[in-house]
């Protein structure tokens, strides 16, 4: 359509850009890719060193960067744009939004999210038989979720097998009157099993702080599956009852899969939209579906926070009266919480370039560059 001729692939993340060769992406080449789990070019953390990037843009004469990617490499391609406006450079930088744990803000949703949903039902059935097998049988389930635990609470609320969902955003505690275990020892004698899912962020508070981190800066979580079931086979040892615990980590191989097909036509109209964006002379904006409408984003709205549940909002008390979980907070911190919530919506109908992205527009390309 618009007569491009070549199209490079960096290979490796940012530092493929100076650190490896380019990989010619012709239609042959990426004809079958949307049938693959995980990436032709590769993948990889750190690395980012914006002058070298730069450079390596220029040297090789590209005029169009599309970088795709979760909230990190949102920030990356932010950088990058910034750099190449510094340099009075005429190249479009367009993101492209794709991590499973849907955390970037503002767009509708990230691609990958909801393959990972479905994937992460296979799991949960498992877990569910294998608990019902057995007396006293619990099943418990680690899904992928640093910060935000979307793909726990949605894989929750499809399967409606799970009795108690953990998530980052919801803090909880173990002991004592509506604390965890109380639960699960109620639902052991009422039901005879239970299914649990807990994102890997989730209680991180309640666990040893680790201080490592990966490449890119993001901190390596202790795995609260492996500690919460250490804790559950405590307590109720303690209690001189039996259980049959099965813990499941699925969360590599759900990452791993092809898109289904929802994510496969979101796809196809992202990279769609974020051509015809780049082709029109925009510039720095990330291309997502908001509202079900296709639109660009200013890297600095997609890059201002991260997306999290809001726990007193509707989707977290429909998760809630679906598995009669405790809410584990009390109405002071629920009242606390929604006044928090009301006046960040306040604030930015106030300023609604803030909050309504279809007010702000992403750059020119051929206004903003001399
Ligand atoms: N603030 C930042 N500025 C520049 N580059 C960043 C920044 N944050 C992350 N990056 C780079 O973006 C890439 C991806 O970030 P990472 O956090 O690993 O994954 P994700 O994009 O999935 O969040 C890494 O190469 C990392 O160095
Ligand atoms: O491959 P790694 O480095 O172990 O990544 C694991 C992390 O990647 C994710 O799948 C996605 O996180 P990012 O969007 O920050 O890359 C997290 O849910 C998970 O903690």
Not at 20 to 40: A, E, M
Not at 134 to 152: D, P, Q, T
Not at 252 to 275: E, K
Request: include cysteine; aromatic fraction near 8%; charge should be negative.
């Amino acid at each position: 359509m618009y007569g491009v001729t070549r199209v490079l692939g960096i290979d490796g993340g940012y530092r493929g850009f100076y650190a490896r060769n380019t990989i010619p992406l012709t239609p042959k080449v990426v004809n079958d890719i949307h049938k693959r789990g995980g990436t032709i070019l590769g993948t990889s953390r750190g690395g980012h060193d914006t002058s070298k990037i730069v450079h390596s843009i220029q040297d090789r004469g590209i005029n169009q960067v599309y970088i795709i990617g979760g909230d990190g490499t949102q920030k990356g391609a932010s950088v990058i744009f910034e750099e190449i406006r510094r340099r009075g450079l005429k190249v479009v930088v367009a993101g492209i939004p794709k991590t499973i744990d849907n955390d970037i803000p503002v767009i509708d949703r990230s691609f990958g999210f909801d393959t990972a949903v479905e994937e992460a039902q296979r799991a949960i059935n498992a877990a569910h038989v294998e608990a019902e097998s057995v007396e006293n049988g619990i099943g418990l389930v680690k899904l992928m979720g640093r910060y935000s635990g979307f793909i726990a609470m949605y894989a929750t609320l499809a399967s409606r097998d799970v009795d108690c969902c953990l998530i980052p955003e919801s803090p909880f505690y173990l002991d004592g009157k509506g604390g965890l275990y109380e639960y699960i020892e109620k639902q052991l004698k009422e039901n005879g099993h239970m299914v649990i899912v807990i994102a890997e962020g989730a209680g991180q508070e309640l666990l040893s702080e680790s201080m490592q981190q990966d490449a890119s800066g993001n901190k390596l979580l202790q795995d609260v599956g492996l500690w919460i079931s250490q804790g559950i086979k405590d307590y109720f040892s303690k209690q001189k009852m039996t259980i049959n615990l099965k813990y499941i980590d699925p969360t590599y191989m759900i990452r791993a899969v092809p898109g289904n097909a929802s994510d496969n036509v979101y796809c196809t109209l992202l990279a769609q939209s974020v051509v015809h964006g780049a082709m029109a002379g925009y510039t720095g904006f990330t291309s997502g579906l908001v509202n079900g409408r296709q639109t660009y984003i200013p890297f600095y709205r997609i890059n201002e926070k991260q997306h999290k549940v809001v726990i007193t909002d509707r989707m977290w008390a429909r998760l809630l009266s679906s598995t009669n979980q405790p809410s584990f907070i009390t109405n002071k911190e629920v009242i606390e919480d929604r006044k928090e919530h009301i006046s960040g919506e306040e604030k930015n109908a106030e300023n609604p370039n803030d909050e309504n992205c279809a007010d702000v527009a992403p750059e020119n390309v051929n206004d903003s560059i001399p």
